[in-house]
């Protein structure tokens, strides 16, 4: 089928019925209802590639995340889709699971199809190397019209989402002192990822402006997951004796520590406390409740789509600051 053949059944122009088709509003009634009925009536389907490159850009905007199971990703995600779905356009979708060499294959693979925005949303690596081929992709992708955002650290040259990892973590830490703990340990992800280290260096300041001896504070390196969290839990058991309270710098981890914790008899919060950060959705059917520390995650998603969607290209990045809050509930508690 021919869009010649579907102007002429509109009784329209081609131009006319390109128009339409390819999504402009400068088409209005009655021409416009009648080429899209001839269109569905004809079976009609556009070709999205030639329009792609008759545009410059396609009506598909890139996601790229760490892990889609994740309720920290898919959170931020749906706060992507819905200002994606709102301006008509489609997300197409890449999970990286944490992989930096899949995360360069995808933002490469996005380029090539032309994608009109793309936003990737992960912690940066201490791997520098790989920092630099991210951010000259991306050079060459603003360079050919394309405007892309990041959510996580500002080292890309894009826009930028920037949660305040260090600054919650001192908070956090600085509250728990006040509920009278003075023995930590951190369950922290691996050692070059920087909002694992971003919040780990904001707790130990926070407990240092408590006048808290950072030297003895444990701090256990692992996987920023779940199981990650679950194992480093049954390391502190084994080591012994547990501190009064364990800070895990995600709450997916916080989680997995949870269930190791009661595995091993452990009970949260009367043998020891427990907190997270980001404060994911499913935190709400957890007993004991968990204290986080909040991240707005679905408006920060929205937030980089407006950045990358609404943003004339060729302008100066910006760099939007997410406060975080902390929120003390059950899992941690005040010590007598």
Excluded: W
């Excluded at 992989?99 to 995808?106: G, I, K, Q, S, Y």
Aim: overall charge neutral; proline content about 4%.
């Amino acid at each position: 089928m021919l869009l010649s053949e579907v102007a002429a059944h509109a009784g329209v122009s081609l131009a006319t019925a390109s128009r339409v088709l390819s999504g402009s509003r400068s088409v209005g009634e009655p021409h416009r209802g009648r080429v899209l009925a001839a269109a569905q009536e004809l079976r009609y389907t556009p070709n999205a590639q030639a329009q792609a490159v008759a545009r410059g850009a396609s009506n598909v905007v890139g996601l790229i995340i760490h892990d889609v199971l994740d309720p920290y990703f898919s959170s931020i995600a749906g706060g992507v889709m819905r200002q994606v779905e709102e301006r008509e356009l489609v997300v197409f979708l890449a999970s990286t699971h944490s992989d930096v060499d899949r995360e360069l294959e995808f933002v490469q693979t996005m380029r090539s199809h032309r994608v009109r925005a793309l936003i990737i949303c992960g912690s940066r690596t201490t791997d520098r190397a790989h920092n630099e081929r991210l951010a000259h992709e991306l050079e060459g992708y603003a360079a050919a019209g394309g405007q892309a955002a990041v959510i996580s650290q500002d080292r890309l040259g894009t826009h930028a989402v920037v949660p305040q990892n260090r600054t919650g973590a001192r908070a956090l830490a600085r509250e728990l002192c006040r509920l009278g703990h003075r023995r930590f340990a951190v369950l922290a992800g691996p050692r070059g990822l920087l909002t694992s280290r971003d919040r780990l260096t904001g707790f130990r300041e926070g407990l240092v402006a408590e006048g808290v001896d950072v030297a003895d504070l444990q701090v256990l390196h692992g996987e920023f997951t779940r199981e990650g969290g679950e194992s480093l839990a049954a390391r502190l058991i084994a080591q012994g004796p547990l501190p009064t309270c364990v800070f895990a710098v995600n709450d997916v981890m916080a989680l997995g520590a949870l269930a190791g914790f009661r595995a091993a008899g452990v009970r949260v919060p009367d043998d020891v406390s427990l907190a997270g950060f980001d404060d994911i959705a499913p935190l709400r059917d957890v007993v004991p409740s968990l204290t986080s520390v909040h991240l707005p995650l679905e408006e920060m998603g929205a937030r980089a789509a407006q950045l990358a969607l609404d943003t004339e290209p060729q302008t100066t990045s910006q760099a939007v600051k997410v406060h975080a809050e902390v929120v003390l509930r059950d899992s941690t508690r005040r010590l007598a």
